[in-house]
């Protein structure tokens, strides 16, 4: 729970959130998300449309169906842009340093994670459906392990609390990956981490702490590696209400015996709301920090579950 103890994320983000002029209309967007998160994370930033030689102001380009395949096209010139935003994108995140997530732009016809408007034809008259850009697609389909989000679906509460788990949890097990000297270093990872791997897959809690306890001298390594990439995956599911409430009865479990009726009744009352969806966790879980704190349990004012990311971004 100590202040700023978080390793530095790396996000891919594109450009125009970054407020980079590259919009087609020279539009400047500030987005008060990722403003915020700036402060926290090493950014990396592309305009995918600029990147085939698009310039600024632009013509819009749109994005359409054709047998199966997406393609790119831009009415006004009748030029399509399909192969070029494929090489380029291939190319660019083959040289992509590892990354912990991506923030892509909304709706966009290259970058867009959701809402891209997906046409019947070339022509762009009639909408099919709403989808992805091509850029994110080739994104997705290349870092299905990584978090991948937009800037408007992270204005959710609970996806942007996911998002930012995720990402801040990548990038403390790539520090550790890159800096480990000893065991000891792995084990107290995997001891912050425990509760919060428990919520998200028990299975792989069991499978990481398998591994930790294998460990066999002179494998440091090989064990770091076997650990990453079982740890990676363990994020993949959207963890319900029914998991967050074990998890938070296993920890209140530490406190239920050393605290008065009035504070048990009242940490009952607001699991109970919460179970109903009445409230999100966070009250819950500032209750347990202050427990832990009041009764110096060092075991769990280290969980990454109580504290995933900088306080600052909720």
């Known amino acids: 729970m100590e202040k700023g103890n978080f390793s530095k994320p790396l996000i891919f983000l594109s450009a125009c959130l970054n407020s980079e002029p590259v919009r087609y209309n020279k539009e400047i967007i500030h987005d008060e998300f990722v403003e915020k998160l700036k402060k926290f994370v090493d950014i990396i930033t592309v305009c995918p449309e600029v990147s085939i030689g698009l310039g600024v102001p632009r013509e819009p380009i749109k994005i359409y169906l054709s047998n199966d395949t997406y393609r790119i096209f831009q009415p006004a010139t009748q030029i399509d842009f399909t192969e070029k935003m494929i090489e380029f994108s291939l190319s660019f995140l083959k040289n992509l340093p590892p990354v912990d997530g991506f923030i892509l732009k909304g709706k966009s016809p290259s970058c867009g994670y959701s809402g891209t408007k997906i046409y019947r034809d070339k022509n762009a ?35 942007r609390q996911r998002f ?10 790539r520090n550790l990956e890159k800096n480990i000297k000893s065991i000891r270093e792995l084990i107290d990872f995997h001891t912050k981490y425990k509760y919060l791997l428990m919520l998200y897959s028990q299975k792989k809690l069991s499978q990481l702490g398998k591994i930790v306890a294998g460990y066999k001298k002179g494998k440091l390594d090989l064990t770091v590696k076997e650990y990453a990439s079982i740890f990676y995956t363990a994020f993949e599911k959207k963890p319900g209400i029914r998991k967050d409430l074990n998890v938070l009865n296993h920890i209140y479990g530490y406190f239920s015996h050393k605290i008065n009726e009035d504070e048990k009744n009242h940490f009952r009352n607001l699991l109970k709301k919460f179970e109903q969806e009445k409230i999100d966790k966070t009250p819950i879980v500032e209750i347990l920090k202050n427990f832990a704190l009041r009764f110096g349990t060092e075991y769990l004012i280290i969980q990454k579950y109580l504290s995933p990311y900088p306080e600052e971004l909720d």
């Open 125 to 159: 008259k009639d909408i099919l459906k709403r989808g992805m850009g091509l850029f994110a697609q080739i994104v997705k389909e290349k870092f299905s392990d990584k978090p991948i989000e937009d800037e408007l679906r992270l204005k959710n509460q609970q996806i």
């Open 164 to 173: 930012l788990t995720r990402i801040f949890s990548f990038a403390e097990m």
